[in-house]
């Protein structure tokens, strides 16, 4: 039998990275943590991140260059293969529809459970929490970014492109299970995610299958 997988999207600020740590801890089986944070942050080489010479091919803010779709489809691609040993998997995610970063994910887990889960702070909420918080970044991704100053002109870079941000991650509409992550406590967010695992398969990524054609052959 395939592994579970619980796909959690949102913004930054949203409390999505929380949330996966939680739901893996509170997990009865054995549930990896994978997803955007962890490739982006430590899995893609820094030359093709924000400030590196290969940025243009790779990873920024609002821009995936054709390195970093690569990655991100060989991201879908792996967690697809570890829920086919049976492995349940609980995945950070952005998933912009425009880069089509959707429409890779949904044609490449075709054949396996997925449960889509959106935390939809409102702006107002996002906006307090990305301004008192720290960024935090594995110590490969500092030194790439040219040390803490890099990582500030990232924070400043974040802060610009907010709006467009919050815009573009929150385009599609379609989801198993839609969350106003304001004010609750991550806790109280996977008892909501755990109450919908509990009435059966997620439907969400074959409606968008009918909405979205294969983007790959």
């Given at each position: 039998m395939a592994g579970q997988i619980v796909l959690i999207s949102g913004t930054s600020g949203s409390g999505k990275?929380?949330?996966c740590a939680t739901l893996a801890k509170r997990a009865d089986d054995c549930c990896l943590q994978f997803g955007m944070d962890l490739t982006v942050g430590?899995?893609?080489?820094?030359?093709?991140?924000?400030?590196?010479?290969?940025?243009?091919?790779?990873?920024?803010?609002?821009?995936?260059?054709?390195?970093?779709?690569?990655a991100l489809s060989a991201m879908h691609a792996m967690i697809a293969a570890?829920?086919?040993?049976?492995?349940?998997?609980?995945?950070?995610?952005?998933?912009?529809?425009?880069?089509?970063?959707?429409q890779d994910c949904i044609w490449r887990m075709q054949d396996v459970p997925v449960?889509?889960?959106?935390?939809?702070?409102?702006?107002?909420?996002?906006?307090?929490?990305?301004?008192?918080?720290?960024?935090?970044?594995?110590?490969?991704?500092?030194?790439?970014?040219?040390?803490?100053?890099g990582v500030k002109q990232l924070g400043e870079q974040l802060a610009a492109v907010r709006p467009w941000f919050y815009e573009h991650a929150y385009a599609n509409e379609i989801y198993d299970l839609e969350i106003d992550s304001s004010a609750l406590s991550p806790d109280e967010v996977?008892?909501?995610?755990?109450?919908r695992i509990a009435k059966g398969p997620g439907k969400a990524f074959e409606q968008l299958r009918r909405k979205y054609p294969k983007p790959f052959a």
């Open positions: 990275t929380t949330t430590t899995l893609i080489p820094g030359q093709y991140t924000l400030f590196g010479d290969k940025k243009e091919e790779g990873y920024q803010p609002t821009k995936y260059g054709p390195a970093c779709m690569t570890a829920s086919r040993t049976g492995q349940n998997m609980v995945v950070d995610h952005l998933m912009f529809v425009d880069p089509p970063v959707l449960l889509f889960v959106n935390l939809r702070p409102s702006f107002e909420i996002l906006e307090k929490r990305i301004t008192e918080r720290n960024i935090e970044l594995p110590e490969q991704m500092v030194e790439a970014l040219g040390g803490p100053d996977c008892e909501m995610i755990e109450e």
